[in-house]
């Protein structure tokens, strides 16, 4: 068991994947804390954690947590990823890392003023046949880039009072479900020179589908697609000059995929090894890698790509016509 010690910031079903994947690998989960003590108190009680709270600056301000996990939904990202940051505590919040680009620029300013790790937890990144996919790619294997072709559909409540579906709570397909195909696109492309996309739209206003062009001065293009009224395979490819990539479905939990030169012959694939869990501890362990050596921005989910991440949703919500209400940009804070 690691040393370091975890609190849980609100208790939905995502805090419970995320969770049961730490203590399947042997990490410690020290407190949770929500608006309701009588839910903290079930949920501590359901997983055998030591200490609940009935408020979030009750779990910011307890000695016995390190880090921090962020599970509210998208609007509460950045009040309570703020609190812990100011509290001295490291951060993992959930994905999407904010509601809007300004939002997540707020909190990378205060992760640098406060000294502390601050990173999205954007799962995928850190699975292991991504790892291995991004090693493959750099050694050139499929040459030059040329295409990515990425999507995350499936079919999913259409009541317009569910959280996916509801504006004020940051509903839609592109945050709760485009993040991942966009995030994908920035890991092996970087980001994109030009943004091209268009959406169908419910009729709470939220996106129920959104596809995305990127295209780079390199001259490679993304296609993205996002769905939440649609189910899909989920596959991705990534095709070069010199060879291409099937990644089997699920493409972003943990699977397989496979390379085959530009005559079609198989020269790798990829098989998932057995694990405990879903994969989510993954990231858990980069941010315990992080705190431990004293490293403050992952290599493999730079904080401030995070922010680029947040500004590309946002230019895509500009073009669909897509805007949570009382969305504004957050002033800068003193460096002082």
Same mark, same amino acid.
Not at 212 to 239: H, K, Q, T
Not at 289 to 299: A, D, M, Q, Y
């Given at each position: 068991?690691?040393?370091?010690?975890?609190?849980?910031?609100?208790?939905?079903?995502?805090?419970?994947?995320?969770?049961?994947?730490?203590?399947?690998?042997?990490?410690?989960?020290?407190?949770?804390?929500?608006?309701?003590?009588?839910?903290?108190?079930?949920?501590?009680?359901?997983?055998?954690?030591?200490?609940?709270?009935?408020?979030?600056?009750?779990?910011?301000?307890?000695?016995?947590?390190?880090?921090?996990?962020?599970?509210?939904?998208?609007?509460?990202?950045?009040?309570?990823?703020?609190?812990?940051?100011?509290?001295?505590?490291?951060?993992?919040?959930?994905?999407?890392?904010?509601?809007?680009?300004?939002?997540?620029?707020? =909190?990378?300013?205060?992760?640098?003023?406060?000294?502390?790790?601050?990173?999205?937890?954007?799962?995928?990144?850190?699975?292991?046949?991504?790892?291995?996919?991004?090693?493959? =790619?750099?050694?050139?294997?499929?040459?030059?880039?040329?295409?990515?072709?990425?999507?995350?559909?499936?079919?999913?409540?259409?009541?317009?009072?569910?959280?996916?579906?509801? =504006?004020?709570?940051?509903?839609?397909?592109? =945050?709760?479900?485009?993040?991942?195909?966009?995030?994908?696109?920035?890991?092996?492309?970087?980001?994109?020179?030009?943004?091209?996309?268009?959406?169908?739209?419910?009729?709470?206003?939220?996106?129920?589908?959104?596809?995305?062009?990127?295209?780079?001065?390199?001259?490679?293009?993304?296609?993205?697609?996002?769905?939440?009224?649609?189910?899909?395979?989920?596959?991705?490819?990534?095709?070069?000059?010199?060879?291409?990539?099937?990644?089997?479905?699920?493409?972003?939990?943990?699977?397989?995929?496979?390379?085959?030169?530009?005559?079609?012959?198989?020269?790798?694939?990829?098989?998932?090894?057995?694990?405990?869990?879903?994969?989510?501890?993954?990231?858990?362990?980069?941010?315990?890698?992080?705190?431990?050596?004293?490293?403050?921005?992952?290599?493999?989910?730079?904080?401030?790509?995070?922010?680029?991440?947040?500004?590309?949703?946002?230019?895509?919500?500009?073009?669909?016509?897509?805007?949570?209400?009382?969305?504004?940009?957050?002033?800068?804070?003193?460096?002082?």
């Amino acid at each position: 068991m690691t040393t370091l010690r975890w609190g849980i910031l609100a208790t939905g079903w995502i805090a419970d994947l995320f969770v049961k994947d730490l203590l399947d690998n042997d990490m410690l989960v020290s407190a949770v804390g929500s608006r309701s003590a009588e839910k903290a108190a079930a949920f501590a009680a359901r997983y055998g954690i030591r200490r609940s709270h009935g408020s979030y600056e009750a779990l910011a301000a307890d000695p016995e947590v390190d880090i921090v996990y962020i599970a509210t939904p998208h609007p509460f990202h950045v009040t309570a990823a703020e609190l812990c940051i100011t509290a001295g505590k490291h951060v993992l919040v959930e994905k999407p890392f904010t509601l809007t680009g300004p939002e997540a620029e707020h =909190l990378l300013a205060l992760s640098r003023k406060h000294g502390v790790v601050v990173l999205e937890a954007m799962w995928t990144r850190f699975l292991p046949h991504m790892v291995r996919l991004r090693e493959a =790619l750099a050694s050139g294997i499929i040459g030059e880039i040329r295409t990515l072709i990425a999507s995350h559909t499936q079919d999913l409540p259409d009541d317009p009072g569910h959280r996916l579906n509801a =504006l004020e709570l940051g509903g839609g397909a592109l =945050l709760d479900l485009g993040i991942y195909p966009v995030a994908f696109a920035f890991d092996i492309l970087g980001q994109p020179a030009q943004i091209l996309a268009t959406a169908r739209l419910r009729p709470t206003g939220a996106d129920a589908e959104v596809s995305i062009l990127f295209r780079y001065a390199s001259g490679a293009s993304a296609l993205l697609v996002a769905a939440s009224d649609a189910p899909g395979s989920n596959r991705a490819e990534i095709n070069g000059t010199a060879g291409y990539v099937e990644i089997d479905g699920v493409w972003y939990m943990p699977t397989g995929f496979r390379i085959y030169d530009s005559q079609n012959t198989l020269i790798e694939e990829f098989s998932p090894a057995e694990m405990r869990g879903r994969g989510m501890h993954f990231q858990a362990r980069e941010v315990e890698r992080l705190v431990t050596s004293g490293e403050r921005v992952s290599p493999m989910m730079p904080l401030q790509q995070s922010v680029a991440i947040m500004r590309t949703l946002d230019s895509i919500r500009r073009q669909i016509g897509v805007a949570y209400p009382g969305e504004q940009e957050i002033p800068a804070i003193d460096h002082n």
